[in-house]
């Protein structure tokens, strides 16, 4: 196992944390952290959460890979309201 995730969900708090046990993959943590950060940096009293989706979208794509010789772009994945997961 190269990457453990693990996700609990509920009706009043929702956490999730990565792990990861190859340095090969610390870029894709460091991508989802900044794109955490820039989520609760850009929240507030009527801000859009299509707004916020979109921060994060930006931040997660300004990361690079690179797997086995091949550079990837990082890229979110869930709703449009801004889930960032691996």
Known sequence: MSLLRADEGGY??????????????DVLVAAVKDATNTGIREAGIDVRLGD???????????????????????????????????
Not at 67 to 83: M, P
């Open 12 to 25: 009043i708090i929702d956490c999730a944390f990565t792990h990861t046990f190859n340095p090969r993959y």
């Open 52 to 86: 916020v989706g979109g921060a994060i979208q930006e931040v997660m794509e300004s990361y690079e890979v690179e797997l086995d010789g091949k550079t990837y772009q990082v890229s979110r994945a869930g709703a449009a309201t801004g889930a960032a997961h691996l």
